[in-house]
């Protein structure tokens, strides 16, 4: 038996372990990456799923159809206990609040990705479905 020890000490995305074609990464909250304030861009994984659990804090995934850009932005506080599931190709962020830690699970190889840079307009109408529960705690 292994046993992991997660450190939390607000650096952001960290691998934790891998296994025959699959990882485990642990997210806390990271100013310069997971903030409300600093998020800038979405992504999408071309030909892999990701998932997220949330342990901890309020996270929020921001998704935003599978078309060629981005659009209907969706925001979804994510639930202890509860395992979301982003599907292939669908645009996807995540904003944490300060206390917010999240476990993910996905292939070890991520498949190639595109982002896309979010506007000031995109990133307000973000902001103000998420605003009352996260900008209390930034």
Not at 95 to 113: G, M, R
Request: overall charge negative.
């Amino acid at each position: 038996m292994k046993y992991i020890k997660l450190e939390t000490n607000g650096i952001g995305y960290r691998d934790a372990f891998f296994s025959s074609g699959w990882r485990i990464a642990f997210v806390d909250y990271c100013a310069a990456h997971n903030d409300i304030k600093s998020v800038t861009y979405i992504e999408k994984h071309l030909e892999t799923e990701e998932s997220f659990l949330l342990l901890k804090g309020k996270a929020y995934l921001i998704t935003a159809g599978k078309g060629e850009k981005p659009e209907q932005f969706q925001a979804t506080q994510l639930q202890p206990h509860i395992l979301c599931v982003v599907e292939r190709k669908e645009w996807h962020v995540t904003i944490f609040s300060k206390d917010a830690e999240v476990l993910i699970v996905e292939n070890a190889e991520e498949s190639p990705s595109l982002s896309f840079s979010l506007s000031k307009d995109i990133l307000g109408v973000i902001y103000e479905k998420i605003r009352n529960e996260i900008a209390e705690q930034t």
